[in-house]
Protein backbone atom coordinates (compact mmCIF):
# COMPACT_ATOMS: atom_id res chain seq x y z
CA UNK A 1 0.00 0.00 0.00
CA UNK A 2 2.98 2.28 -0.04
CA UNK A 3 2.05 5.69 -1.76
CA UNK A 4 -1.52 5.74 -0.45
CA UNK A 5 -0.29 8.55 1.47
CA UNK A 6 0.04 10.81 -1.04
CA UNK A 7 -3.26 10.76 -2.25
CA UNK A 8 -4.71 14.37 -2.02
CA UNK A 9 -7.56 16.43 -2.79
CA UNK A 10 -6.98 18.81 -5.54
CA UNK A 11 -9.11 21.61 -7.01
CA UNK A 12 -6.97 21.54 -10.18
CA UNK A 13 -7.38 18.54 -11.32
CA UNK A 14 -10.55 16.84 -13.01
CA UNK A 15 -12.36 14.10 -11.69
CA UNK A 16 -12.09 10.23 -13.82
CA UNK A 17 -15.93 9.43 -13.36
CA UNK A 18 -18.46 12.33 -13.91
CA UNK A 19 -21.75 11.43 -14.14
CA UNK A 20 -22.91 14.27 -16.04
CA UNK A 21 -24.54 14.90 -19.48
CA UNK A 22 -21.51 15.28 -22.48
CA UNK A 23 -20.01 19.17 -22.87
CA UNK A 24 -19.84 19.73 -26.73
CA UNK A 25 -20.34 22.89 -28.36
CA UNK A 26 -22.93 25.23 -26.66
CA UNK A 27 -24.18 26.84 -29.92
CA UNK A 28 -28.46 27.29 -29.43
CA UNK A 29 -28.79 24.64 -32.10
CA UNK A 30 -26.86 22.08 -30.39
CA UNK A 31 -29.00 22.54 -26.93
CA UNK A 32 -28.60 18.68 -25.50
CA UNK A 33 -29.75 16.96 -22.65
CA UNK A 34 -30.36 13.94 -21.00
CA UNK A 35 -34.37 13.89 -21.85
CA UNK A 36 -32.82 14.09 -26.00
CA UNK A 37 -30.10 11.64 -25.05
CA UNK A 38 -30.95 7.94 -26.41
CA UNK A 39 -31.48 5.61 -23.04
CA UNK A 40 -28.85 3.32 -24.86
CA UNK A 41 -26.01 6.08 -24.62
CA UNK A 42 -26.97 7.60 -20.57
CA UNK A 43 -26.76 4.05 -19.60
CA UNK A 44 -23.88 3.43 -20.91
CA UNK A 45 -22.33 6.68 -19.52
CA UNK A 46 -22.93 5.77 -16.41
CA UNK A 47 -22.06 2.23 -16.18
CA UNK A 48 -18.79 3.65 -16.91
CA UNK A 49 -18.52 6.59 -14.58
CA UNK A 50 -19.40 3.89 -11.75
CA UNK A 51 -16.44 1.77 -13.44
CA UNK A 52 -14.39 4.23 -13.34
CA UNK A 53 -14.84 4.94 -9.66
CA UNK A 54 -14.40 1.47 -8.86
CA UNK A 55 -10.67 1.63 -10.38
CA UNK A 56 -10.29 4.77 -7.90
CA UNK A 57 -11.00 2.36 -5.10
CA UNK A 58 -8.98 -0.54 -6.25
CA UNK A 59 -5.87 1.65 -6.84
CA UNK A 60 -6.39 4.78 -5.13
CA UNK A 61 -2.76 5.85 -5.92
CA UNK A 62 -4.23 6.82 -9.59
CA UNK A 63 -6.92 9.01 -8.46
CA UNK A 64 -5.27 12.19 -7.07
CA UNK A 65 -8.59 13.67 -6.20
CA UNK A 66 -11.49 13.11 -4.21
CA UNK A 67 -14.45 11.20 -6.11
CA UNK A 68 -16.25 15.14 -6.34
CA UNK A 69 -19.06 13.64 -8.84
CA UNK A 70 -20.85 11.14 -6.15
CA UNK A 71 -23.21 9.15 -6.56
CA UNK A 72 -25.00 6.10 -4.65
CA UNK A 73 -25.78 3.69 -7.41
CA UNK A 74 -22.29 1.66 -6.53
CA UNK A 75 -22.91 1.45 -3.24
CA UNK A 76 -26.25 0.64 -3.54
CA UNK A 77 -24.95 -2.62 -5.65
CA UNK A 78 -21.69 -3.64 -3.68
CA UNK A 79 -24.20 -3.22 -0.85
CA UNK A 80 -27.20 -5.25 -2.02
CA UNK A 81 -24.38 -8.15 -3.43
CA UNK A 82 -22.89 -8.44 0.09
CA UNK A 83 -25.97 -8.53 2.02
CA UNK A 84 -27.11 -11.31 -0.81
CA UNK A 85 -23.91 -13.16 0.19
CA UNK A 86 -24.17 -13.06 3.75
CA UNK A 87 -27.86 -13.82 4.32
CA UNK A 88 -28.33 -17.41 5.37
CA UNK A 89 -25.03 -17.30 7.27
CA UNK A 90 -26.10 -16.76 11.18
CA UNK A 91 -25.98 -20.27 12.76
CA UNK A 92 -28.88 -19.06 15.07
CA UNK A 93 -31.18 -18.17 11.83
CA UNK A 94 -34.47 -20.25 11.79
CA UNK A 95 -35.70 -19.23 8.47
CA UNK A 96 -34.47 -19.02 4.61
CA UNK A 97 -31.79 -15.56 5.96
CA UNK A 98 -34.07 -12.99 5.00
CA UNK A 99 -34.15 -10.78 8.35
CA UNK A 100 -30.26 -11.64 8.18
CA UNK A 101 -30.34 -9.50 4.54
CA UNK A 102 -32.21 -6.38 6.66
CA UNK A 103 -29.57 -6.70 9.39
CA UNK A 104 -26.29 -6.50 7.01
CA UNK A 105 -28.31 -3.38 4.48
CA UNK A 106 -29.51 -2.15 7.77
CA UNK A 107 -25.69 -2.09 9.58
CA UNK A 108 -23.52 -1.07 6.35
CA UNK A 109 -26.14 1.81 5.47
CA UNK A 110 -26.19 2.79 9.05
CA UNK A 111 -22.46 2.64 9.73
CA UNK A 112 -21.63 4.55 6.93
CA UNK A 113 -24.51 7.91 7.65
CA UNK A 114 -23.19 7.82 11.50
CA UNK A 115 -19.54 8.09 10.09
CA UNK A 116 -20.38 10.81 7.73
CA UNK A 117 -22.17 12.73 10.28
CA UNK A 118 -18.87 12.28 12.44
CA UNK A 119 -16.78 13.46 9.44
CA UNK A 120 -18.84 16.73 9.12
CA UNK A 121 -19.01 17.34 13.17
CA UNK A 122 -15.20 17.46 12.70
CA UNK A 123 -15.21 20.14 9.92
CA UNK A 124 -15.12 17.85 6.75
CA UNK A 125 -15.46 19.89 3.87
CA UNK A 126 -17.03 17.41 1.70
CA UNK A 127 -20.66 16.80 1.47
CA UNK A 128 -22.74 14.40 3.11
CA UNK A 129 -23.17 12.44 -0.36
CA UNK A 130 -19.30 13.00 -1.35
CA UNK A 131 -18.55 11.50 2.22
CA UNK A 132 -21.54 8.49 1.73
CA UNK A 133 -20.50 7.92 -2.07
CA UNK A 134 -16.84 7.17 -0.80
CA UNK A 135 -17.20 5.40 2.42
CA UNK A 136 -19.54 2.82 -0.09
CA UNK A 137 -17.63 2.17 -3.15
CA UNK A 138 -14.82 1.26 -0.59
CA UNK A 139 -16.58 -1.75 0.40
CA UNK A 140 -15.51 -3.14 -2.77
CA UNK A 141 -12.37 -5.05 -1.75
CA UNK A 142 -14.54 -6.57 1.08
CA UNK A 143 -17.21 -7.42 -1.37
CA UNK A 144 -14.46 -9.60 -3.62
CA UNK A 145 -13.32 -11.00 0.17
CA UNK A 146 -16.83 -12.55 0.84
CA UNK A 147 -16.99 -14.12 -3.26
CA UNK A 148 -13.75 -15.28 -1.85
CA UNK A 149 -14.60 -17.57 1.24
CA UNK A 150 -17.71 -18.14 -0.22
CA UNK A 151 -15.76 -20.36 -3.08
CA UNK A 152 -13.05 -20.93 -0.17
CA UNK A 153 -15.94 -23.00 1.89
CA UNK A 154 -17.03 -24.74 -0.71
CA UNK A 155 -14.05 -26.70 -0.57
CA UNK A 156 -14.38 -27.40 3.28
CA UNK A 157 -14.34 -25.64 6.39
CA UNK A 158 -11.58 -27.00 8.39
CA UNK A 159 -8.26 -25.01 9.84
CA UNK A 160 -6.66 -24.39 6.46
CA UNK A 161 -10.23 -22.70 4.96
CA UNK A 162 -10.04 -20.74 7.82
CA UNK A 163 -6.79 -19.69 7.75
CA UNK A 164 -6.85 -19.06 4.11
CA UNK A 165 -10.29 -16.93 4.60
CA UNK A 166 -8.59 -15.05 7.92
CA UNK A 167 -5.31 -13.77 5.43
CA UNK A 168 -8.06 -12.71 2.58
CA UNK A 169 -10.26 -10.79 4.92
CA UNK A 170 -7.59 -9.23 6.65
CA UNK A 171 -5.67 -8.01 3.38
CA UNK A 172 -9.02 -6.34 1.81
CA UNK A 173 -9.70 -4.87 5.34
CA UNK A 174 -6.68 -3.10 5.11
CA UNK A 175 -7.22 -1.82 1.74
CA UNK A 176 -10.48 -0.85 2.24
CA UNK A 177 -9.36 1.17 5.34
CA UNK A 178 -6.63 2.25 3.38
CA UNK A 179 -8.18 3.78 0.25
CA UNK A 180 -11.46 5.38 2.40
CA UNK A 181 -8.79 7.22 4.45
CA UNK A 182 -6.70 8.10 1.50
CA UNK A 183 -9.71 10.27 -0.36
CA UNK A 184 -11.14 10.96 3.17
CA UNK A 185 -8.35 12.18 5.60
CA UNK A 186 -7.27 15.24 3.51
CA UNK A 187 -10.90 16.59 3.55
CA UNK A 188 -10.60 16.88 7.73
CA UNK A 189 -8.60 19.15 9.49
CA UNK A 190 -5.31 17.93 10.69
CA UNK A 191 -5.44 17.88 14.41
CA UNK A 192 -8.91 15.55 13.62
CA UNK A 193 -7.70 13.19 11.18
CA UNK A 194 -7.23 10.42 13.98
CA UNK A 195 -10.76 11.22 15.50
CA UNK A 196 -12.30 10.22 11.84
CA UNK A 197 -9.62 7.35 10.92
CA UNK A 198 -11.18 5.43 14.40
CA UNK A 199 -14.59 5.07 13.01
CA UNK A 200 -13.68 4.22 9.62
CA UNK A 201 -11.51 1.12 10.43
CA UNK A 202 -14.35 0.14 13.03
CA UNK A 203 -16.81 0.52 10.67
CA UNK A 204 -15.25 -2.00 8.01
CA UNK A 205 -13.84 -4.32 10.85
CA UNK A 206 -17.16 -5.11 11.76
CA UNK A 207 -18.29 -5.94 7.96
CA UNK A 208 -14.65 -8.03 8.03
CA UNK A 209 -16.18 -10.16 11.07
CA UNK A 210 -19.08 -10.57 9.46
CA UNK A 211 -17.51 -12.19 6.76
CA UNK A 212 -14.91 -13.87 8.62
CA UNK A 213 -17.38 -15.52 10.68
CA UNK A 214 -19.56 -16.66 7.92
CA UNK A 215 -20.77 -19.94 8.22
CA UNK A 216 -22.85 -21.61 4.78
CA UNK A 217 -26.20 -23.33 6.13
Known amino acids: FAGLADVSISEDIPVEGEITVPVGSHSPDEDYSTLDEPVRDTILRDLKAVGK????????????????????WGPLVLCVSLALMLQGGSADSKDDGGPQFA???????????????NSKLL????????????????ILPLTVAMLVCRLV???????????IRLIVVAAMFGWSTLASTAFLADSQPPNRKALVVYPISLFYFVISWMILTFTPQ
Open 53 to 72: KFVHVMYPKKSSTLLRDWDL
Open 103 to 117: EVFVIIWFGAVVITL
Open 123 to 138: GGTISFFQSLCVLGYC
Open 153 to 163: LLAGSGTVSFI
